[in-house]
Structure formats: C-alpha cells, structure tokens
C-alpha cells in the first residue's frame, strides 16, 4: 500500500503518511454513562473499516477521542506504533486525521473556498490566498470525484453538497485517515451511492476510512472490516465478507433478530381499500399518479414498492384525504370517499402513518399525552361537550406508554425530547390504538435503529392478523419482501405489477422499479 | 426537564428588561439634568402612592389585559395581531350604538347586551384579516393595520355626522363626539376612584381564556394549529378555520376593551381625528403587556398592571420633575423595544437549550430533522 503514488497533500508536506491508527483499552465516562468501556478499534491505510451499532452505542465518542475532541479517561492511540497524545482537534489535523461530524460545521455565509480557508491551522488568517485554494479544492475535487465549485456559498449547497464540502476540507488540511460519522443518515440512496464512489477512491488512493453508520445493508456494501459497539463496549470485528447481516443485526442488539418474522398464511377477507384509476397532481402541478388501481383486503399486507418520488407520496395523501383526486375513486368499507374529509375518513377507521413523522405526524413542542389524543381529542372519552378531560388523557396516555414501550420521564414530557424511535412508537401507539380497519404506512421504519424497526414490524404483522387491511409504502425492499403478502410495484405514477409474494424476487421489483415493463407470459 | 433557574430566568426576564429600559432612561434624564432617582421615585408613587393612584393604574390596565388577552390566543396560534386599534374602535361604536339606542332598557339589559355587541364587532373586524390570511394568504401584520386606518376613519365619519350629540348639533360647537351614557348604563366604580367593574370583569377573563387555551377541543386545536400546522392537517383538523377563529376572537376581546372604556371611563365616544385619542394606545400597549406576560393570559395580569403603572406614574413623573412628554413617551418605547427584544433573545436560547439538550441526551432526533428537513427542502 506504501506504493500508491500520491502528491504530498496540502499541509501534510512532512510527516509520514499514516499506515495504521489504533486505539486501546479507550475508556470514556459520562456523568452516568459509561459511553466507552474498554474499547480496542483500529484502522489501515487503504481499508474502509465500519463502526456499526444502535444509537448511544458510543460510536460517535470513541471516534470524537481520536479526533482530539474528547479525552479519554482511560487508554491510548498509537500512529505507526508509536503512541501519540491528541489534546485537540488541532492535534489531530497535524497527525492526519480528519473528521466529517454528524452536523456539518460550516458558516452559510462564507463560500466553500473560504470555508475552507478560515479552519486551515497554519492559515494566516483571511489573507489565504483564496484563488490558490479555489484552484487547489478543484484538484482534489477532481481526483475523488468530489466537484463543488468553490465560491458557491454554503448556503446555497444541497445537504449533500455541503458534505462533500465537509470531506475536501478535511483532505485539504491532509487527512489521512478521515472519519465519517453517520454520512448516509442525511443523504438520498443516489446520493449515498456517490459518497460510495468517493470513499472507495480515497481508499485506492491510500487513506483509511471510518464508516460510522447503524444501517447493516450499507456497511456490508461498503466495508472492508466491520466493527460492532453495543454499550459502549466491543462486541467484534469481522472482515465484511466473513460476516452476515444476521450476526451483526445479533451483535448490534444482544439478541436474534427475526428478518423473516414468523407470519402466519393470510386470511383476506373483503376489500377495505380500493382505488379506482386514480389520477393526482403533485405540488407542482406535474401529473404524480396516472390511473393507479389498488384494492387491499382485510387482513393482508399490500407493500408498494418503488423507488422514491415516483408517486408514492401522492398516493398517500390522496388515501388519507389531504390532496384531491384529478380523476378516479377511493373506496373504504365500501363508501365512496373520494370527496371526504381526512376526518371523515378517520372516523370510518383509517390510520395514517405518514412518511416524515417528525413533521406531519407530531407537534414537537405538544407533550406525549396531547399528541397522543391528536387524532381523537375532540371525541368521548377525552373531551365532552367542547371540554378537554385531562385525567382521562393521562390514564389513557399512560396505558399507551406502558403498551407500547414509549419511553418517556412522563406523560407531559415535550415530545421534542423523545428519541426518534420512541416518536415513532407515539404514532403508531396513537394511530393503532384506535383499532383501525385499515391502515396506511409510510416508511415506518425509516431513520429507525434495528431495535424499534423491528418492533413496528411485528405491530404491523399484529394488525393483519387482527383483521386490518394494511397498505405499506415502503422504498427498503427487503422491508416490503418481510411484511408483505402481495406487492405491488409503482412506476411514474403508474402501477406496473401486482403480485402475490411467492412470485416476487429483488430481481423482478428492481425491473419493474425502473420502468421496465414484463412481457405478457403465454 | 426545564430547570429551576431557566424557570426563573424565564418569569423575570421581562422585568429585567424593563429595569434594563429605565436605566438607559435615567442616562435621558442625566443629561436633560434631571435627578433620576427623583424621576423615578416620582413615577413610583404617582403609580402606587395614594389608593386612587392604585385605581388609576387599573383602569390604564384594564385595556391593556383585555386587548392582551386576545393577544395570548392570536400567539397560540402563530398569528400576529396589530389591528388591536381597530377592534377596539369598532367595538366601541357598536357597544355605544347599544347604549344611545335602547335608552329607556334596564342597565342589566343594556350594558351586556352593549358587550356582547362590541365583542362581535372586534370579532368581525379580526375575522376579516383572519380569513384574508387563512383563505387568500394575506399577510396578517398589513391587514390589521389597514383594517385599522378604516376603522378611524367610519369613527370620525359617525362622530361628527350620523352619531354626533344632539347638544353640540345644537350649540353649534361641532365637537366630535357622542351623546353621554344614562347614568344606569355605566359601569359601577368604586368612589371616589375611576376603578369599575370592568377590571374585575377582564380579570375572571384572563381565566377563563386559560381555561379555554389548555382545557376545551377548540384551545387544543388553536395551540396545535399554531405550533405545527402540517400535523394538525395530517391529524383531520381543518387548519384554516382555526386560524381565523384565533384572529376572530383575538378581535374579539379587543372589540370588548373599547366597549368597556366607554361604559366604564368616558360614558361617551369622543375623537381627535386619531386613533390613539380614543384608546390611548391600548391596542398597541395590549400586546407589549401580552409579550411581558409571557404570552400566557394568567401571567399578562400582572403583566398589565406594571404596565400601567408605567404609563401612569410616567405622567406624574413628568409633571413633578418637569421632563418634556416627549421624554415619557420615548421611555415607553424603550420598555417595548427591551421588552420585545428580550422575548425574541429568550426564544433564542430557549431554541439553543433544546438543542445542547439533544445533542447531550438523545443524538438521534438532531440528525432526524436535519434528515426531515433536507428531505422537505428538496421537495419545495
Ligand atoms: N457530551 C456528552 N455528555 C454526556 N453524555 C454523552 C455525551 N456524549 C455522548 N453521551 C452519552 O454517551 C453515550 C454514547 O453516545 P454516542 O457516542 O453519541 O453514541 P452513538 O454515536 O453510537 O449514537 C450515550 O448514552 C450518550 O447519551
Ligand atoms: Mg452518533
């Protein structure tokens, strides 16, 4: 690895370039946590080595020491065998180690080159040639595959351009080894498969990565060794290809995760749902659905797949009530309610589990029991004749918390508080609560550690056995293979299959998911 | 979750605004060579020193917790108020139409039939703005103000026409200004002070509109509205009609103030040409005492009062040290501009708070919205 040809980089001009990092015995408490606990990891040049593990793992800290923002209280790191003393970021830039946080730290008004001018450690302030490092960001822009023009302001960058932004100017200062805390969390699937790309350059070109990430199906993708935290402590390390997702999803959690879960045969019943040639608009006037026929039974699981923005959304909302049809019908329980309000559809028993949870399923700064009561607030037994009951409120929040494991302090706790499994958990506990007979859900585990994924799933598989129709929008295949009986595949607005289960393959929905059409068979 | 001293920092911001204000006022007074000490001293006992300075203070008060409180229900629902003015002049006119009207009625009649009048007519002209915005996306902050200008202007109209006292019809004198109030409609006071029965009423107000902000369906619904209008839509609340109903009512409680300074103060509509010479200010001063209450009806009471004093002691300041008005009038603008200020600095840190909370107990919902909001924001 020694032999990669590599152009001194900007500030890296005398030391040796690092050819492994590791850490021992690190040991890092928090007033109440212990967040580290005897955790041995290192890194190589040229190799991308993941740090995978459920949120509060520890991730984050143990990869915060070796970037000099924490120190531990107990262990060390060697560079090329020697131990070395990182007292600060500044310390760490030196050595070659960079860092790309889970929040970016750039000033919106600054453009990129001047971002990157401002942190430089030997800057001579703002009299940094700004031409020179403009004319230096493309170079190295070019050689990964990183292009950012470099007196755009940050401001006007994409989230995902703002990253990039974020790893130039960690190369630009001479990272070595470069640490990613969480990259993909903010990114769309095209996005995530560019960093992709640039990662596996920066590693034929000889720089050690740290993939920080709690998404198995990624950090098999991308990986060459596989690190689990669980605690705060070391479970294992495992080259990416001795390994499976089973064992990891294991090490992560500290039990068997069930990816096939246990599914009893369906039983459909009548049609709930139906959708009749449906055609919408998006919001920007374009047509989003196309004629989109659907029926969902009782007591089946119907998973749209697709991949994102091709409907979906739309879909959603024209079930729920929230966007008018242009043409078509929606039926539920047999009544026509094409014209309906999203409340009378509710009333006849429909859930909606929407798609950005955060934004349109809570209101962050109402507490745990009023959002539970969000949907059914202005009915007996919480409200009579115009008048909140809060005692009922409380008892029934807090019948819910306990059903649902929510944690929460307490039933007035802001839900801005809660972690973004337990909102989840909120939303399902209010929206099945209300034993609906037909369920609409909307990525319901997106953003969601294994633990809680794993938890809607199996209240989702509740739900068809206790009889509901359930639609499932889903754009994680592997999700819409687990839970679904039938699936159907949705295409610019147009749905280009419907299958039971059995017949489905990753092969044949990944067709279809790109708009190729199936032959008619005979 | 929230700490004592947050809590606390929280209640006596204001107030430290407020100090923050007189201290930069008492620089004024130094250089005008005035003893600010002296200054104050006086404006504290022309607020509080004799009972009727007391009473006087309540009754510069009253307006104020009035208009506040329908400021407390417009916040909750994130819509701004400015046509406090107007509402208070609408409802007056229509509350004194009330009153120079059925003149031969019992005052038990009269007087909440006169309310109830005036609290539609602010109703209507909050309402109006309320349904601009919510149906025509009107920026609310520009028609209230406009709604304002109008309602001066149909006052000066009727006052010096249609509604103007017979008597100054008959002398001749023009003044614009209506016939007096029966005796048996106006406001019982408690002699020999201004103080009425209209303090006490805005007082059972201010809880009452607490009851309605946090225990009746449609409080619940205007709060959600406010903080979060995509859920409530997700969640089958029709968000539009509640926000007109926060504005409806906001000018409602407004329209209720006028009425209640012409049947407890003046017992008569009279004007300048201004819309000031008739409410002293009050639809403005109103949210200043809202914001200083911290938007919560129960704390603008107090919040009203201090006010008040303010207002009221300034006037006695200025006659005792001999300060020209112009002075009394930049100090209450000092206080709303630290008072204002104080709250948009406190919503800040409160934001920055929540946010070193997250990042210290629960990383995942920091990098969630940062999620949500890239993903909304590639969607616009
Ligand atoms: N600055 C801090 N102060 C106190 N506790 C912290 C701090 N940073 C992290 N923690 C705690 O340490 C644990 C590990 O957190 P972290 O390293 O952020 O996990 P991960 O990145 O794996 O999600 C968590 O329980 C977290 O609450
Ligand atoms: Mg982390």
Redesign the interface.
């Known amino acids: 690895m020694n032999s990669v040809p590599s152009a001194p980089l900007a500030t890296a001009s005398t030391r040796p370039r690092i050819q492994h990092v590791e850490m021992r015995g690190i040991v890092k408490r928090f007033p109440g946590v212990l967040a580290n606990d005897h955790v041995d990891f290192d890194v190589q040049a040229g190799e991308i080595h993941a740090l995978l593990g459920e949120?509060?793992a520890g991730k984050?800290t143990l990869m915060k020491i070796l970037y000099g923002m924490y120190q531990p209280d107990e262990g060390e790191i060697r560079i090329n065998g020697r131990p070395v003393r990182i007292a600060s970021p500044r310390d760490a830039i030196a050595l070659g180690i960079g860092m790309v946080h889970?929040?970016f730290m750039l000033v919106e008004t600054l453009t990129v080159a001047e971002n990157v001018a401002l942190g430089l450690p030997s800057s001579r302030g703002l009299l940094t040639d700004l031409d020179v490092v403009a004319r230096r960001l493309r170079e190295l822009g070019e050689r990964y595959g990183l292009v950012v023009d470099p007196h755009a302001y940050i401001w006007q960058l994409?989230?995902g351009q703002q990253q990039r932004v974020e790893i130039l100017k960690a190369l630009y200062r001479g990272a070595d080894v470069l640490i990613l805390d969480?990259p993909t969390?903010?990114l769309?699937p095209q996005e995530v498969e560019e960093l992709f790309a640039v990662m596996r350059q920066m590693a034929r070109e000889g720089h050690g990565l740290v993939f920080i990430s709690h998404k198995l199906h990624e950090v098999l993708a991308i990986s060459d060794r596989i690190t689990v935290l669980r605690d705060g402590r070391k479970i294992g390390t495992r080259p990416a290809r001795e390994t499976t997702k089973e064992e990891l999803a294991r090490w992560m959690v500290g039990r068997e995760v069930r990816f096939h879960l246990e599914k009893e045969p369906a039983r459909p019943g009548p049609v709930l749902l139906e959708l009749e040639d449906v055609h919408a608009e998006s919001?920007r006037g374009t047509p989003a659905l196309q004629g989109v026929s659907l029926q969902v039974r009782a007591g089946e699981i119907l998973g749209l797949a697709g991949v994102s923005g091709n409907g979906q959304r739309e879909l959603a909302q024209v079930v729920?009530g929230?966007r008018p049809v242009t043409r078509g019908r929606v039926r539920l329980l047999d009544q026509d309610v094409t014209e309906a309000?999203?409340?009378a559809r509710?009333d006849l028993g429909l859930a909606?589990i929407?798609e950005?949870r955060?934004?349109?399923?809570?209101?962050?700064?109402?507490t745990v029991a009023?959002n539970l009561i969000?949907?059914d607030?202005?009915k007996p037994p919480f409200?009579r004749k115009?008048?909140?009951h809060?005692p009922t409120v409380y008892a029934h929040s807090r019948r819910l918390i306990q059903a649902f494991r929510i944690k929460t302090?307490s039933v007035k706790?802001?839900a801005?508080?809660?972690?973004?499994?337990n909102?989840q958990k909120i939303v399902l506990a209010r929206e099945l609560a209300r034993e609906p007979k037909v369920i609409l859900a909307a990525q319901p585990t997106r953003?969601l550690d294994i633990g809680a994924t794993e938890y809607v799933r199996e209240r989702l598989l509740e739900q068809r056995t206790r009889g509901a129709a359930v639609l499932l929008i889903s754009e994680d295949l592997d999700e819409i293979l687990v839970l679904s009986d039938r699936i159907a595949v949705i295409y610019e607005g147009r749905i280009m299959a419907v299958m039971p289960r059995e017949e489905a393959t990753v092969e044949r929905l990944g067709l279809l998911m790109a708009g190729v059409e199936e032959k008619e068979k005979g | 979750m929230k700490r004592l001293t947050d809590v606390l920092f929280d209640a006596l911001l204001p107030l430290l605004a407020a100090s923050l204000a007189l201290l930069v006022g008492a620089v004024f007074l130094m250089v005008m060579r005035v003893n600010p000490l002296t200054a104050y001293a006086a404006l504290v006992e022309g607020a509080f020193g004799t009972p009727n300075a007391v009473a006087e203070t309540l009754v510069k008060a009253t307006p104020l917790l009035l208009v506040g409180l329908g400021i407390c229900i417009a916040f909750q629902a994130n819509v701004i108020n400015i046509g406090g003015e107007g509402q208070m002049i609408v409802g007056a006119i229509l509350g004194t139409l009330v009153g120079l009207t059925f003149t031969d009625w019992p005052g038990w009649v009269v007087i909440p039939l006169a309310m109830l009048t005036g609290f539609v007519g602010g109703a209507l002209w909050g309402g109006i703005p309320g349904v601009l915005k919510a149906y025509f996306n009107v920026n609310e902050i520009l028609s209230t103000v406009m709604m304002n200008a109008i309602a001066v202007q149909i006052m000066n109209y009727l006052l010096r026409g249609p509604m103007i006292d017979p008597v100054q019809k008959a002398m001749a004198s023009e003044i614009p200004q209506t016939a007096a109030l029966e005796m048996a409609f106006r406001l019982p006071r408690w002699v020999p002070t201004r103080l009425h029965l209209g303090t006490l009423l805005a007082v059972v107000l201010a809880v009452v509109v607490h009851v309605f902000l946090w225990h009746t369906v449609w409080g619940y619904r205007i709060r959600a509205v406010g903080k979060n209008p995509d859920a409530s839509r997700y969640a089958g609340i029709p968000v539009k009609r509640y926000t007109v109903l926060a504005l409806l009512l906001s000018g409602a409680f407004a329209g209720l103030a006028g009425v209640v300074q012409v049947y407890g103060v003046n017992y008569r509509m009279i004007t300048d040409g201004s819309a000031s010479g008739f409410t002293g200010n009050a639809g403005f001063n109103g949210i200043v005492a809202a914001l200083f209450g911290g938007l919560h009806p129960l704390g603008t009471v107090p919040a009203s009062v201090l006010f008040g004093a303010l207002l009221v002691g300034a006037n006695k300041m200025q006659r005792a040290v001999q300060v020209p008005s112009a002075l009394v009038i930049a100090l209450n603008g000092l206080v709303v501009v630290f008072v204002v200020s104080s709250e948009y600095w406190r919503r800040r840190r409160q934001r920055r708070r929540m946010a070193l909370q997250r990042e210290a107990e629960a990383p995942r919902p920091v990098q969630e919205t940062a999620a949500a909001s890239s993903a909304s924001g590639g969607q616009d």
Not at chain 1, 358 to 366: A, R, S, T
Not at chain 1, 416 to 421: C, E, I, Q, T, V
């Open positions: 949120n509060g984050t889970q929040h994409s989230v969480e969390a903010v769309t919001d729920a929230l309000s999203p409340a509710m909606y929407p950005e955060m934004k349109d399923g809570l209101i962050q700064e109402f009023e969000l949907r607030h202005h409200s115009g008048f909140l809060w302090p706790t802001p801005r508080y809660l972690s973004g499994g909102l953003g």
